[in-house]
């Protein structure tokens, strides 16, 4: 979603770019291969000025059930290759997630310590610590929800309710999210300025799903009594943080400022 996305942005911006996929053949044949679940003879891979690491298992499920081979891509071999990029004086922009910390504050700082409850939070969590050790020029960019055009969740929504069929949003787990776009452009001023260190990126604010349902329901003039809300213990999720904001004043340095969540439900309606 990220990656192709800020290829065509920088692409687009006279930069000249690489890209990188675990197929090894199809529509993506002419780009690099490269699979972080396997063994890969990284030696092999050019040395670019600057490397962003977009690859990933970022499904929560897959990580909690399969800990041991999604911890080989998202720790242990997404650190190797970082390593020998920096090795080669590549700038590394590392992608993380808001999942590192338990969300029991919100706001989270990046000088606060590491508090991940699941799975996935652990691995972003455990990468991180190892990036941060490695020498030479690393950004770790921590994102909450990213929310792109034609985001499934919502979409589902809103053709239901255009159908007149019930939806089911949650009323007790929360997202902060930006757009897909702001998202791209922070990674790009990243990258221009070749920044380093922990940048957070969140909404200036949280809010529910089933708040955000209602929000897009008014919007579209849709009927609201079509959203029935469920709590995610309604479907075995175990651990939803109570707060998923993060402390964005690093993006000053970047002239960006967190969004209002409105406007990026807005930007997707």
Same mark, same amino acid.
């Given at each position: ?24 053949t199809g529509?993506?044949?002419?780009r ?6 396997s063994?890969q ?12 690491l ?12 399969d800990?041991v081979a999604t ?5 242990t071999?997404t ?6 990029l920096l ?7 590392f ?9 029991v504050?919100?706001?989270?700082s990046?000088? +606060?310590s590491? %508090?991940? !409850?699941?799975e996935y ?9 190892q990036l =941060? #050790?490695?020498d ?6 921590r994102?909450s929800?990213?929310?792109?055009p ?7 929504w809103?053709? +239901?309710m255009? %159908?007149? !069929?019930?939806?089911?949003p949650?009323?007790d787990s929360r997202?902060?999210p930006?757009s =897909? #776009?702001?998202a791209v452009e ?8 070749r ?5 957070q ?6 809010i529910?799903y ?12 849709c009927?609201q009594?079509?959203i029935?809300?469920?709590s995610?213990a309604?479907k075995?999720i ?7 904001t ?7 340095a970047l002239?960006l400022e967190?969004p209002e ?7 997707f309606?």
């Amino acid at each position: 979603m990220i990656g192709s996305r800020l290829m065509r942005v920088l692409e687009g911006g006279g930069w000249s770019v690489i890209g990188t996929t675990r197929r090894a053949t199809g529509s993506d044949a002419d780009r690099v291969h490269l699979d972080l679940a396997s063994f890969q003879a990284f030696d092999l891979l050019p040395s670019p000025s600057a490397a962003v690491l977009c690859a990933a298992v970022t499904s929560m499920e897959r990580c909690q059930k399969d800990p041991v081979a999604t911890k080989k891509i998202n720790v242990t071999n997404t650190v190797r290759l970082a390593r020998k990029l920096l090795l080669g004086g590549s700038h590394v922009v590392f992608l993380s997630s808001n999942t590192v910390f338990d969300g029991v504050q919100p706001w989270a700082s990046t000088s +606060d310590s590491n %508090s991940p !409850r699941t799975e996935y939070g652990r691995q972003k969590a455990d990468a991180e610590s190892q990036l =941060l #050790s490695l020498d030479g020029q690393i950004a770790i960019v921590r994102f909450s929800k990213i929310i792109p055009p034609g985001m499934p969740l919502l979409q589902d929504w809103v053709r +239901d309710m255009r %159908s007149g !069929r019930n939806i089911y949003p949650f009323s007790d787990s929360r997202m902060s999210p930006v757009s =897909l #776009s702001f998202a791209v452009e922070l990674l790009r001023r990243v990258l221009v300025v070749r920044a380093t260190g922990i940048i957070q990126a969140s909404a200036a604010s949280d809010i529910s799903y089933e708040e955000a349902a209602r929000y897009l329901a008014q919007r579209l003039g849709c009927d609201q009594k079509l959203i029935k809300p469920i709590s995610c213990a309604q479907k075995a999720i175990l651990f939803s943080p109570a707060n998923t904001t993060l402390d964005t004043t690093g993006l000053e340095a970047l002239g960006l400022e967190a969004p209002e969540v409105h406007s990026v439900l807005d930007g997707f309606v």
